[in-house]
């Protein structure tokens, strides 16, 4: 079945940048996305990126999609306090009957040092 | 636009009860699928509803069940709660299908703790 893998920790100054990887197994997944989680909070969209695409940015957010080892990454520039909270890599796989659903990783706790 | 509204915030319930979670989804979209977060398990999906219809259904047991009214409104139930579905149970409302499908809005959830 589909899996998604995070590493579940990672810590950066405060104006560094941020990268967050993940690797997925599903090749037929048409889009991939990131989320946020603060705490006690449900999910923010940050971006998502289809699967025929290499690269996507959007402001301080840069999307990096390998298709071949199936890898994503998402870098933060500019890291800010605020950023810290919990990152999810999902994929959206096709279950049947028009369908689709995702699947999500762990997720990747950021910490940002002042 | 309003967002995705999950009610209520938090339910604090006892072994063997029973609860029902709602959702009501951005106008205009017509899937809710349902996700269940726990720390051990992470985020697991539940089910889809598409146009009061269950279009698919994850591997939990027949104790959670839900349905979609003519509005897209949605409701999960889980029946006879066990300690272990303590979670954050997560809405995702999306248009389910044509241009823009691929967009999915979650809502804040609604944490569930069994006593």
């Known amino acids: 079945g589909e899996d998604v893998e995070q590493s579940l920790f990672l810590s950066v100054r405060e104006g560094d940048s941020s990268v967050i990887n993940c690797t997925y197994t599903?090749?037929?997944?048409?889009?991939l996305y990131w989320y946020k989680q603060e705490p006690g909070a449900g999910l923010q969209l940050l971006t998502y990126i289809f699967s025929n695409m290499d690269m996507k940015q959007d402001q301080r957010l840069t999307v990096l999609l390998n298709k071949k080892d199936k890898h994503l990454s998402l870098r933060i520039a500019d890291t800010q306090t605020g950023d810290s909270a919990i990152y999810f890599c999902?994929?959206?796989?096709?279950?049947?009957?028009?369908?689709?659903?995702?699947?999500f990783g762990k997720g990747t706790k950021l910490s940002v040092i002042p | 636009k309003a967002g995705v509204t999950q009610t209520p915030r938090y339910l604090i319930k006892t072994r063997g009860q029973q609860v029902t979670l709602s959702c009501s989804p951005i106008?205009?979209?017509?899937?809710v699928s349902w996700y269940q977060q726990t720390p051990g398990q992470g985020l697991q999906f539940l089910f889809e509803y598409f146009s009061e219809t269950q279009r698919n259904k994850g591997n939990f047991p027949g104790r959670f069940s839900g349905r979609q009214f003519s509005n897209s409104r949605s409701e999960m139930n889980v029946s006879t709660l066990e300690l272990g579905d303590s979670a954050l149970y997560l809405c995702a409302s999306s248009r389910g299908g044509g241009q823009g499908s691929y967009g999915y809005t979650f809502g804040s959830g609604t944490r569930l703790t069994v006593v």
């Open positions: 106008s205009g979209h017509r899937s």
């Open positions: 999902a994929e959206r796989g096709y279950s049947g009957a028009g369908s689709y659903q995702l699947t």
């Open positions: 599903d090749s037929s997944s048409t889009y």
